[in-house]
């Protein structure tokens, strides 16, 4: 992509427009009209045909709101911190963990696993909990750096188990060269098999700890803290190092296979174990609970106070809202401003410039600030979004770069700014 048409396509993204005649900018939206007027006029407002696109709500309540993706996808990651007492051992982590992902909310920071070729990841159901989108990040191919490009995906929450705290989301894209880990045969979990627990911890790096499941617990009932859910499975005690941050990530057997998914219990927090009541004994729900959460058709789950908490933000039930379509106010473009989450106030406009050579954009403010934080770009203007930049801190930087390969409104996978303008530079 040539930098200068790129540079000059962001520059357009200054501040959203001004919505339709008569919308009332008093009280918290006063400190808006600046930058509201400086885009469309309301004089044109309606007299335009053009076939803007509908922008979706869960543009900006899934997840663009991703400060720990955006802080993640910028940072060194540290080499993997070993528990291990041979090369054997070495090597066997160096194997899975190209399959092992941290599952990233802007509340906690959990692990998954890998299970299919078609992009499915396997994760506890409280990591997740109240998301309808979540970040995954793989681990990057040459260790001491970030993640690469293309190593930062979208995923979808596909399935829940409340009651026994499973939960499956579904990659946006899935990335070359990854192994999906196959699950255990049910004969292979029994007391005295060794394991090996894969996740993260200390900054998520992926770690590793090995031990033998000493109990199976059929029915054992455990909350997540004092008044918290409580859960109910089939569970496995290990002498494995499971940390709190490990939660959703896989227990495996010699063979490589998925005996578990480990981290449960615990207080507050991502989930885990708490280490002082547990003293050195750690849990992980049996992966003959992984096969039914599979094979059941549909979510499991709990009282209805705990599905609310975990149903998608109520911004994906708004009806999204045209509020203005008309010329801009400098009379170079067609501009459409959307109300998307039901407050009255723009919050998306859609940009077209007369030009042919610019892209057409959408400019998102989430925090109503009148600045942007999202911007898409369409470079064929073709109705496909190629591009995307995210400022996820609203500290007027953009933070995460978003790819669209597919043209969709949400991209499928991420990268830091940093990393890219490297790429764009040719570093």
Not at 138 to 161: I, Y
Not at 221 to 230: K, Q
Not at 248 to 259: D, H, K, Q, W
Not at 396 to 404: E, M, P, R, S
Request: glycine fraction near 12%; charge should be negative; charged fraction near 20%.
């Amino acid at each position: 992509m040539n930098p200068g048409k790129l540079l000059a396509a962001v520059a357009l993204a200054a501040g959203l427009c001004h919505a339709a005649a008569g919308q009332d900018l008093s009280g918290p939206d006063a400190s808006m009209t600046a930058a509201l007027d400086q885009g469309a006029s309301p004089e044109g407002c309606g007299t335009s045909n053009f076939p803007f696109p509908r922008p979706s709500a869960e543009l900006l309540s899934g997840l663009g709101t991703g400060r720990n993706l955006e802080r993640i996808a910028g940072t060194v990651l540290p080499q993997p911190a070993f528990e291990a007492q041979s090369a054997g051992d070495i090597a066997f982590f160096e194997d899975l963990a190209p399959s092992v992902v941290a599952v990233v909310t802007d509340h906690a920071l959990g692990s998954g696993s890998l299970i299919s070729a078609e992009g499915d990841v396997l994760t506890s159901w409280h990591v997740v909990k109240g998301y309808a989108d979540v970040g995954i990040v793989f681990p990057p191919t040459r260790q001491g750096t970030g993640p690469r490009h293309n190593e930062v995906v979208r995923a979808r929450v596909v399935k829940v188990d409340e009651v026994s705290d499973l939960a499956l989301v579904k990659l946006a894209m899935m990335p070359k060269g990854r192994m999906p880990l196959r699950l255990a045969d049910p004969a292979d979990i029994r007391v005295g098999a060794r394991v090996h627990a894969l996740g993260h911890r200390g900054e998520h790096a992926w770690t590793y700890a090995k031990g033998q499941i000493g109990e199976i617990r059929p029915n054992f009932v455990w909350s997540e803290g004092p008044g918290g859910v409580e859960h109910r499975a089939t569970v496995l005690r290990t002498n494995a190092d499971v940390d709190p941050a490990d939660s959703g990530g896989p227990l495996v057997g010699e063979t490589g296979a998925l005996l578990g998914v480990g981290g449960i219990g615990g207080v507050g927090g991502v989930g885990g174990v708490d280490r002082a009541a547990a003293d050195g004994v750690f849990l992980a729900v049996s992966g003959i609970e992984v096969r039914a959460f599979l094979q059941r058709p549909g979510d499991r789950r709990l009282a209805s106070a705990t599905s609310a908490a975990a149903a998608p933000p109520a911004a994906l039930a708004c009806e999204v809202k045209q509020i203005y379509q008309g010329r801009s106010a400098d009379n170079t473009g067609l501009v459409a401003a959307f109300d998307t989450r039901c407050t009255g106030r723009v919050d998306v406009e859609i940009v077209v410039p007369d030009e042919k050579s610019k892209p057409i954009l959408l400019r998102a403010d989430r925090n109503f600030d009148g600045k942007p934080d999202i911007l898409l770009l369409d470079f064929s203007r073709q109705g496909h979004w190629e591009l995307s930049f995210w400022d996820s801190d609203f500290n007027g930087a953009w933070g995460l770069v978003g790819h669209h390969p597919d043209g969709a409104i949400e991209p499928s996978f991420y990268e830091s700014a940093s990393a890219y303008r490297e790429r764009l530079a040719g570093k």
